[in-house]
Nanobody
Framework: QVQLVERGGGLVEAGGSLRLSCAPS????????MGWFRQAPGKEREFVAAISRNLRSTYYADSMKGRFTISRDNANNTVYLQMNNLEREDTAIYYC???????????????WGQGTQVTVSS
């Protein structure tokens, strides 16, 4: 069973930055696609960004373009989400996911992490 572990969440002021990371634990694992999703209180889980294993394809939700950057270090089997100019509306639990397609659809991702809390204060 693949387990994904997210790190890097925390409390940050509006306008600040955070970098999240995600890596599998338990065994070596390299998915075709890695994605980030988030879920704010009382809302559905939503797509943030995704990246292909060959690094040629990245995909962002419109509201994150220009502020968030997804990257991937295949040598260390880690995917990152750099979040800049954070807003209160970015407060959510952020989840890492692994799947076979670079897609925004939750159902296309097979493995999920437990999530890491990001709180943006004004």
């Amino acid at each position: 069973q693949v387990q994904l572990v997210e790190r890097g969440g925390g409390l940050v002021e509006a306008g600040g930055s955070l970098r999240l990371s995600c890596a599998p634990s338990g065994r070596t694992f390299s998915a075709v696609s890695m994605g980030w999703f988030r879920q704010a209180p009382g809302k559905e889980r939503e797509f943030v960004a995704a990246i292909s294993r060959n690094l040629r394809s990245t995909y962002y939700a419109d509201s994150m373009k220009g502020r968030f950057t997804i990257s991937r270090d295949n040598a260390n089997n880690t995917v990152y989400l750099q979040m800049n100019n954070l807003e209160r509306e970015d407060t959510a639990i952020y989840y890492c996911a692994a799947g076979s397609f670079v897609t925004a659809r939750l159902v296309d991702y097979t493995y999920w992490g437990q999530g890491t809390q990001v709180t943006v204060s004004s």
